[in-house]
């Protein structure tokens, strides 16, 4: 089968012919329906600080998969073939994409542990995005944000896991305010019932944020704030445009602020995602791409030119 493969930093993505998986004791094997284009992928391309994540080389990546299960390793329970499963990228049964080969093919190999459920009125490309844009964003703002009624909450970046942590806050029933410099995608704000958008979060330093989720990364993204959180805040970190940051520890202990690094998710995290996509009331902007449009739709992630997710369908 066909497979898009990263070899190495600054090198394009290789289209291999590999072999179809077999699922090993405690696995399955998924027929890929969709996958999930990711800003960590670029990372990955661009930036040689990501290599030692990675098992091996040539590797698979994509880490954002869904699809059916099509074969049974001995000694998975609870599991049929046919089921329709999102694939965890955080559990002890390797990340697809880093630890093992990955969605930008057709078939993938996975241990039970890292299955979840897909409810039937949910896509397989909104099971995609569950399994990392939703599951990070759920676990940043619910998990380890405690984000509930009340809340002031802060939202850094309205790319793809902007728009679902935004509106994760909203339904959850936080007040919510999003810094986004793109000033195109701030008509979405209003349909994810947002309070405010502004270019930086430092623009509501007066709204007193309980926490502010830095969901870009970009360094002076994570500065800022640490500086704008209220008196005993708390800013959680998941963005990663870039690998370092510099920030006042000035700000950080005399205002007490509580920076935690909050990476991916749990299965609960994906399962809690999935729930919100049922309802109906949370559903982040999709734009469908093709198996062979995958290196390209990672060029326009680069690029800046995507509004929400783009996710590769998959069949066959």
């Known amino acids: 089968m066909r497979a898009w493969q990263f070899t190495n930093t600054n090198e394009p993505l290789v289209l291999n012919e590999v072999a179809e998986p077999v699922a090993a004791s405690g696995e399955v094997v998924v027929d890929i329906r969709a996958a999930g284009l990711c800003h960590s992928d670029v990372g990955l391309l661009d930036d040689e600080g990501w290599l030692t ?137 209003d349909s994810f019932g947002v309070t405010a958008i502004a270019s930086s979060i430092t623009e509501f330093a007066d709204v007193g944020l309980d926490v502010i989720v830095d969901l870009a990364g970009f360094g002076t993204t994570t500065a800022q704030a640490i500086e704008t959180v209220r008196r005993g805040g708390r800013v959680v970190q998941v963005g990663m445009g870039v690998l370092e940051s510099t920030i006042s520890t000035k700000a950080l202990i005399l205002n007490r602020v509580t920076l935690v690094g909050s990476a991916g998710g749990t299965p609960a995290d994906v399962a809690g995602c999935y729930e919100y996509f049922a309802t109906g009331e949370l559903a982040p902007a999709i734009t469908d791409i093709t198996f062979d449009e995958i290196p390209e739709g990672l060029a326009r992630l680069r690029r800046g030119e995507v509004t929400g997710r783009l996710v590769a369908k998959i069949s066959g």
């Open 53 to 189: 994540m990675l098992a091996k080389r040539p590797i698979t990546i994509g880490h954002e998969v869904a699809g059916v299960i099509t074969q049974l390793g001995e000694g998975v329970t609870g599991w049929q073939l046919g089921d329709r499963v999102g694939l965890c990228p955080t559990t002890s049964a390797g990340a697809p994409g880093y630890a093992r080969d990955g969605g930008y093919s057709f078939k993938a190999a996975i241990g039970q542990q890292a299955l979840v459920r897909i409810p039937d009125n949910v896509s397989f490309a909104l099971g995609a995005v569950g399994t990392d844009a939703g599951m990070t964003s759920h676990s940043a703002v619910i998990t380890t944000g405690g984000v509930g009624a009340g809340t002031k909450l802060g939202i850094i970046g309205l790319g793809g896991l902007g728009q679902i942590g935004s509106r994760i806050g909203v339904l959850a029933g936080a007040e919510v305010y999003v810094a986004e410099i793109n000033r195109d995608v701030w008509s979405l704000a």
